[in-house]
């Protein structure tokens, strides 16, 4: 089952101004249910506009996207965001967590935003620490955490809302190697999982992983 | 002295500058957006037109609120003409001072009638993905920006023709022989005004649309009249005083707007159902119960000074 589409999909910053710039270039993809991608390519080639696109933080500027048989470029504001929320986990190079908080804290948040009980919130966020393999710290505060384990904590709030779709931009562009592969290993789970995960990087540690199932390249906006 | 050098007209015509060349921008893409929307597409073009939908909507719904607030700042500004136009003690004078003030005064009474259903249908539209109602939403905003437009030339020929120099008459005329439509007596007014009440309140429980709008037009109508020559002279305590703005003024404790408001909206709330229902081919029931309620709140303000003139003199007027 074809879990996103990408149909002649061009992104344009600045659309007719001087400073015109083609983010992403005639797009067309089909992304499978359960398939792990590897979005891989240089910075500025448009990898990130690409995640961010599917993740409906911004519009294209022609094409389409379908996910679950959905037109999601097309969504209003609000209803994008119901969508991020439900469908999709996001997981950042910057981590962008709560530093002030604890990891628990963190990874409640997206939950906050639903009516589960008290019950329910506990044993999702158990899960998703479990999984993330952060429980350990689970009542530490972030700004006490070390690059690896902020990351972990990020995966942990990322698949809280046990999205079927996870985007993963530089996952591993602030972590050393012990802590990358750490991150590697949690991908497998993923995969175990059935989820659909895409990853815009460019470490050569996510070359030839025998459990991806496709890697794509990404040059000045189009696939290669 | 020019009654464009009054406080209130300076303001109020300023503001209604502003709100017309944003609701004329506005305009200038709606035109665009109807000519070439395709929701289907994904071309370059519709996702422009999308962008500038979600910029348009926010002008017009930010303009059309304002609109509806200028309103009560029109009646308050005429209010306070009062004391400039010679013999005029209330909006009575000042609005009857030329033939322009009752016709633009009923224009901008349609006018937010038509943009609150305009506010409700932008609502509808917009909580759907494909925008199923733009088309209806704009052509109805192209309407009334044609009804706005005439509205703004009549605000100037009425401005215009304010007299300063010669006095106007005011509730002097409706002191001498209340003229009441059809030939009715205070009586029948009452009677027509208790009974249309009731059936908009059935109608409303049983959510018929047309009666229901028929019904509150008629009730608008007998209410006007109710109001100005049956109640007032109870919120005035005097039996010839027949004005229907005296009582938005300080000294009776503001009570007009609370009357009127509340019998506008729970007209237009008793109305809209219908109008929706023709523009966008279903139903909308929830407004019946605002409507009903709005009305409740117009009787029992009307009943309560009648009740409390009796109870303290055991007399009617």
Not at chain 1, 101 to 115: G, M
Not at chain 1, 127 to 143: F, G, P, R, S, T
Not at chain 2, 71 to 85: G, M, Q, R, T
Request: hydrophobic fraction near 50%; proline fraction near 3%.
């Amino acid at each position: 089952m074809k879990k996103i589409v990408i149909k002649n999909l061009n992104k344009i910053y600045n659309p007719n101004k001087a400073n015109e710039f083609c983010a992403l270039k005639n797009i067309n993809l089909e992304i499978e249910d359960g398939e792990i991608l590897i979005l891989k390519g240089v910075s500025g080639s448009g990898k990130s506009t690409l995640l961010s696109l599917i993740g409906a933080i911004s519009k294209p500027t022609n094409g389409d996207i379908v996910v679950n048989e959905h037109s999601i470029a097309k969504l209003p504001d609000i209803m994008s965001s119901a969508y991020r929320h439900k469908e999709i986990g996001f997981i950042f190079q910057a981590f962008n967590l709560l530093e002030g908080l604890s990891v628990t804290q963190n990874v409640i948040a997206p939950l906050s935003l639903t009516k589960m009980s008290e019950e329910e919130v506990r044993e999702k966020v158990k899960k998703a620490l479990l999984i993330a393999n952060i429980e350990h710290k689970k009542d530490q505060k972030v700004a006490h955490l070390s690059g690896g384990e902020k990351q972990r904590c990020a995966i942990a709030r990322a698949i809280v809302m046990e999205p079927n779709i996870i985007l993963a931009d530089e996952p591993t562009a602030n972590l050393d190697k012990e802590n990358s592969l750490l991150f590697i290993d949690i991908l497998k789970t993923f995969k175990s999982l059935n989820k659909t995960v895409i990853i815009a990087t460019h470490d050569i540690l996510f070359d030839n992983l025998d459990f991806v199932d496709r890697y794509i390249n990404i040059q000045d906006g189009a696939i290669v | 002295m020019s009654i464009f050098l009054s406080n209130e007209i300076i303001v109020f015509l300023l503001i209604e500058l502003v709100l017309i060349v944003l609701m004329s921008i506005s305009q200038v893409n709606i035109i665009t957006i109807l000519r070439h929307w395709d929701f289907n597409a994904t071309t370059v073009l519709q996702y422009a037109l999308e962008k500038k939908n979600y910029l348009i909507n926010t002008i017009l719904y930010f303009t059309i609120v304002c609109k509806i607030i200028l309103f009560i700042f029109f009646v308050k500004s005429l209010d306070a003409l009062a004391e400039i136009v010679p013999g005029a003690m209330c909006c009575a004078g000042v609005v009857g001072s030329n033939n322009y003030g009752n016709v633009l005064l009923l224009l901008k009474i349609l006018i937010i009638f038509g943009f609150g259903i305009w506010i409700i249908i932008n609502k509808l539209d917009l909580s759907f993905v494909s925008f199923p109602y733009l088309k209806q939403k704009y052509y109805l905003f192209s309407f009334l920006f044609a009804c706005v437009i005439l509205e703004a030339i009549l605000e100037i020929l009425y401005f215009v023709n304010i007299p300063l120099t010669v006095p106007v008459f005011c509730c002097s005329t409706v002191f001498e022989a209340p003229k009441l439509p059809f030939g009715y007596t205070q009586t029948m007014l009452v009677i027509i005004f208790y009974s249309l009440f009731s059936a908009i309140l059935v109608l409303n429980y049983l959510k018929d649309a047309m009666t229901s709008f028929t019904c509150n037009l008629l009730f608008l109508f007998a209410a006007y009249y109710a109001i100005t020559y049956f109640f007032g002279i109870y919120v005035y305590e005097m039996p010839n005083h027949k004005c229907p703005y005296c009582m938005l003024q300080k000294e009776y404790f503001f009570i007009g707007y609370f009357i009127w408001g509340s019998l506008f909206l729970g007209v237009f709330f008793g109305i809209s159902p219908f109008l929706l229902e023709v523009l966008t081919k279903k139903h909308y029931t929830k407004m019946y119960r605002y409507s009903s309620l709005c009305l409740v709140i117009t009787v029992i303000i009307c009943t309560f000074y009648v009740a409390k003139y009796y109870l303290l003199t055991g007399l009617f007027l």
